[in-house]
């Protein structure tokens, strides 16, 4: 057995760690396997990544103190992906392996805190010199001269109670003393304290607790409940799950009765999982010539093949993905169906549950981490070869992986916005290629990375021009919001033409969508007198205002809320102006709350429903909306871009879109690119039933390319002018493209760091790479961080990775902490 192990540890740092392999470990530590060793003041969990003998020379290895995994949890291809995502993304392989495994749910993580040295200094010095507990001495303490009394008193008895040596866990400081998080974050920070951090391994089985009535027992006189609870469990088979007895009004305290006597038996059962609550499932068709061409082409392709599979909407690409996964099924294979949002596209998840039953999992992060740590085993046990999840579910450990499908592959959800900063569908294509599998990327409206790979022969793409059963695509009407202003002299959140189409649709007894791509009630909240935004107070954002229900005011008054979308903080609309004491307060701009109450008004009779964030929140609130737009119970929907997400629906045969182009505006050389997609594939929702469908779209830009390409239906010739575009500006597809970020609390800092690295470019002057910056971002601050960046683009992808860890050793070197530092290779978003 070698000695020591590399440790990959999900920690900001570019490296493994050395630990030494106890003798008598049970079981022995293997490569992929996970394991709980200390790091500084904590217990973390990492995975092994090499076994050796090589002694480390500078330091002496600590002993590893848990092996988790009786065998290894990352195949060797999974393993070989991770080092890919590390040197491509350039994000440490420990965080790469985390996101990798979902199985947070199986170490049970504890903190705790211990006084520290210049702790008990700081308590000694508030003391008269006798021993703890007498009174303090009078007068302010110059170390806790900026806090408040009563933060100082906290302090004080945080130091108290930790006085005596031992740690103690969070929860049982925090009952002690009051003292908030924050506060105790500040402690460590001035090295008053230390946080710890325990973990230990817990069984996350999730199981279910059922009464089952014991055979031949002699019925003694009963109690009417007793009575009553036995009578439910004989008519239900014997026995009855505890959460559905107590559903039924049955006593637990009556059910303990009868459990002592003997009557009653309590019995511990594996949880059963529901793939998909209330998913609606249209009737299956055969499929027509384009689809059975599509199908042959993937079924047959054999070993590693990238396929773009260009679909319009509503050409039935769901029905190939289906009878492709089938067709992996028959040679004993697995696959792999990845969807932007699963909350979104409960149908997918609703279709493949009717076709393939118990032999599909689901990974998304709406499960619980039980339910996940579940899903993700059944996987890796065979017992589920068909997989559909989010982006992370590209990870998911399926043995002998024949196919990997990936859904809208345009839609940014797919690119994560945290460490490590992958983008799920180029890791698909790379996975299928360490795999020798075939990968197809589908949509209406390919990315143009996507477009210019088949362009160039590196995908192979399949066109499928025509929606099923050859319905027609709907017609687009543009409504030039100038000339509706200047015919009517009024600012109107919907024109007559939409309002008038919209009425003639519930007239024939048809549903509408309208899209209004804005949360809340209104997205800023000014004085009018001075021109002041109320922002939020961590954030450099204007705070959107939401509405209550009961609320008829146009005026902003005081009390109501205004909420940041971006870190969550909330506030009350004030009485004046903070700035100029004005009471003149007005909301502008119309969210998708204010779209819902103006339709209300305008079509009295109507069922209306909205769908964003704010009414979708738990997890089967999108399933239960749409099975209420399925039904007709409601016959009009408005909402935020999630109603654009694939949803098929045929009773709807009318599409608004509202406010769609404000986007045009914004610093991102993608702009047209998203307006096109997401303006396609709303309209795409119209007519996918038996009637003919139509889209009106109100536009302050009717002459744009992308808003006349996408009126047309011409993806084509969108993408050509676009195109042309990119290759001036040498932006992606004919360029490589990375996001620097630099992050600090103190804005003097982050600007400092900021300036070095952007003077360390221009010494360097890195060849073939462009760099724009440092500047601060156009958000400049989230979350009370403050954020500067700056872009580089490369002709080659093997400049800039040079040239980023150039900076990132550069960065080393000259203190700048590698948690200060976003690399965000392919970015797609630059805010």
Not at 181 to 195: Q, Y
Not at 387 to 402: E, H, K, M, Q
Request: net charge neutral; with cysteine; hydrophobic share 40%.
């Amino acid at each position: 057995m070698p000695t020591y192990c590399e440790v990959a540890l999900p920690i900001p740092v570019d490296r493994t760690f050395t630990y030494l392999v106890k003798e008598d470990a049970e079981p022995d530590p293997m490569v992929g396997s996970r394991v709980i060793v200390p790091f500084r003041n904590e217990k973390l969990i990492g995975v092994v990544t090499a076994l050796h003998d090589k002694a480390p020379a500078e330091f002496e290895a600590k002993p590893i103190e848990t092996v988790l995994d009786e065998e290894p949890l990352l195949s060797a291809h999974l393993l070989e992906l991770a080092e890919w995502m590390a040197q491509y993304y350039l994000a440490p392989l420990g965080e790469v392996l985390r996101g990798m495994l979902p199985l947070t749910a199986e170490v049970r993580r504890t903190v705790y805190y211990r006084i520290a040295d210049a702790g008990r200094d700081a308590l000694a010095g508030s003391f008269d010199g006798q021993t703890l507990g007498l009174t303090p001495e009078p007068g302010p303490k110059p170390s806790r001269s900026k806090l408040s009394p009563e933060d100082q008193d906290i302090e004080h008895k945080v130091l108290i109670r930790l006085a005596e040596g031992e740690p103690v866990k969070l929860s049982t400081l925090r009952t002690a003393t009051a003292a908030s998080l924050p506060l105790l974050a500040a402690m460590v920070r001035k090295k008053w304290i230390v946080r710890e951090t325990w973990a230990a391994e817990r069984d996350a089985r999730r199981l279910e607790r059922f009464a089952v009535l014991v055979p031949e027992a002699r019925l003694p006189a009963l109690t009417a409940k007793q009575q009553a609870i036995l009578a439910e469990m004989a008519a239900n088979g014997g026995e009855l799950a505890l959460a559905a007895l107590r559903e039924k009004g049955g006593s637990p305290s009556t059910l303990q009765t009868l459990v002592r006597r003997g009557l009653v038996r309590i019995e511990e059962r594996p949880a059963n999982f529901s793939l998909s609550g209330l998913g609606h499932v249209n009737p299956a068709h055969a499929l027509n010539e384009p689809q059975l061409a599509a199908l042959a082409s993937i079924s047959t392709a054999i070993g590693f093949q990238p396929f773009l599979l260009h679909g319009v909407t509503g050409s039935g690409k769901t029905a190939v993905y289906l009878a492709a996964m089938q067709r992996a099924l028959d040679r004993g294979q697995g696959a792999i169906l990845l969807v932007p949002e699963i909350g979104l596209t409960p149908a997918a998840a609703a279709q493949l549950d009717a076709t393939f039953g118990n032999r599909v999992a689901l990974l998304h992060s709406g499960l619980t981490p039980d339910e996940r740590s579940e899903q993700w085993h059944r996987i890796r046990r065979g017992e589920a070869p068909i997989v559909v999840g989010t982006r992370s579910a590209i990870f998911a450990p399926v043995a002998n992986l024949g196919l990997i499908l990936v859904d809208e592959e345009h839609d940014q959800s797919y690119k994560q916005e945290e460490t490590p900063r992958y983008n799920a569908r180029d890791v698909a294509v790379m996975r299928a290629k360490l795999a020798e599998a075939p990968v197809v990327l589908g949509s209406a409206t390919p990315s143009l990375e996507s477009w210019q790979n088949s362009e160039a022969g590196k995908y192979k793409r399949i066109a499928m021009a025509e929606r099923v059963n050859n319905r027609p695509l709907p017609g687009v009407e543009l409504v030039d919001m100038r000339i509706e202003f200047q015919q009517t002299g009024q600012e109107h959140l919907f024109s007559r033409s939409l309002i008038a189409e919209t009425q003639a649709a519930l007239d024939r007894g048809e549903q509408a969508m309208i899209l209004l791509n804005r949360r809340g009630y209104s997205f800023v909240a000014m004085c009018r007198a001075c021109g002041e935004k109320l922002e939020c107070q961590n954030c450099a954002i204007s705070l959107t205002h939401h509405k209550p229900v009961d609320s008829q005011e146009a005026i902003a008054s005081s009390g109501q809320r205004l909420e940041c979308h971006y870190c969550g903080f909330r506030r009350t609309v004030p009485k004046r102006c903070p700035k100029c004491d004005s009471e003149h307060l007005y909301y502008l701009g119309a969210g998708s709350q204010q779209g819902e109450e103006r339709l209300q008004e305008i079509f009295p009779s109507a069922r209306i429903g909205r769908m964003d964030r704010d009414t979708v929140r738990g997890r089967y609130d999108m399933e239960r909306l749409l099975a209420r737009l399925h039904s007709g119970e409601i016959n009009l929907l408005v909402g935020t871009q999630m109603i654009a997400k694939g949803h098929d629906v045929h009773g709807v045969t009318l599409v608004g879109v509202v406010g769609c182009d404000h986007a045009l505006s914004m610093p991102d050389f993608r702009a047209a690119e998203r307006v096109f997609q997401l303006m396609t594939q709303v309209s795409g929702r119209a007519g996918r039933g038996e009637l003919p469908g139509r889209v009106v779209v109100q536009t302050y830009h009717p002459d744009h390319y992308a808003i006349v390409a996408a009126s047309t239906h011409d993806y084509a010739g969108f993408v050509a002018r676009e195109l042309k575009y990119r290759r001036w500006m040498h932006y992606p597809p004919f360029g490589v493209l990375a996001n620097l970020m630099i992050l600090s609390r103190r804005m003097e800092e982050a600007a400092g760091w900021a300036a070095a690295l952007g003077k360390w470019f221009q010494k360097v002057a890195p060849e073939g790479v462009r760099v724009l910056g440092p500047c601060t971002a156009p958000i400049a601050r989230i979350k009370e961080t403050w954020r500067f960046h700056m872009i580089l683009k490369a002709g080659s992808r093997k400049a800039l990775n040079k040239a980023l860890r150039g900076a990132l050793a550069h960065a080393e070197t000259v203190g700048i902490p590698r948690r200060n530092l976003v690399v965000d290779v392919d970015a797609l978003r630059l805010m």
